[in-house]
């Protein structure tokens, strides 16, 4: 039988609440301090985490539409719509773009609309997932250190335990960022969505 997101969502419960010496939830709906606990911070989490960093597994890349009326940020030109699925812009780039190229395009964000003087820009960014069995195995890891720190002293009322946990993601986390950092994209390609050279 194939594994589904709530599957692996369960997984990551179960993580959080181990490192906190708690015992496993039997299911997702199960009626457990601990689990409540955890259904009502995950979907925060996980956008806060996916957000803090350019995980390779939830980056993209999409061509800008431009927005109307007239943009409103004096310094830049040109106004786009932000893709509906962006959770944090990363860069500005055209068709062609390299990714080894390391000069940045300048842009700004306000609201749901991004400015810049790109024209036909498009835009590097991660995006927001839902489905858990998209996610890294090392961001699993991260997320359910990240929930259990939330949940530590509401359910065992022991700072020391926060802090043991605390210390312990503090320990993986830079190794795990370092991890995905190092793997490449294709060359000129973020996904396959640009593609071609600039003019």
């Known amino acids: 039988m194939p594994v589904t997101s709530d599957d692996v969502k369960l997984e990551i419960f179960n993580n959080a609440l181990l490192f906190i010496g708690e015992r496993p939830a039997a299911s997702l709906v199960e009626v457990t301090k601990g689990r409540v606990l955890l259904s009502s911070i995950y979907d925060r989490t996980v956008k806060v985490l996916l957000s803090g960093f350019p995980w390779k597994f939830a980056t993209t890349a999409a061509a800008l539409v431009l927005t109307d009326p007239a943009p409103t940020a004096y310094r830049f030109a040109l106004s786009y719509d932000l893709p509906s699925d962006c959770l944090r812009a990363r860069r500005i780039v055209f068709e062609g773009w390299d990714p080894q ?20 820009a498009h835009l590097v960014y991660t995006k927001s997932i839902t489905d858990a069995t998209l996610f890294d195995p090392l961001f699993c890891d991260l997320l359910s250190k990240h929930l259990a720190v ?45 593609k071609g050279s600039r003019a």
């Open 150 to 194: 939330q949940i530590s002293l509401p359910i065992t009322g022991k700072p020391e335990v926060q802090n043991n946990v605390f210390r312990l993601l503090q320990l993986t986390a830079p190794s795990a960022e370092a991890a995905t950092a190092n793997e490449q994209k294709k060359k000129g390609q973020i996904d396959g969505s640009i």
């Open 101 to 120: 190229d390391d000069d940045q395009i300048e842009f700004e964000v306000e609201g749901r609309t991004i400015h810049t003087n790109e024209a036909d």
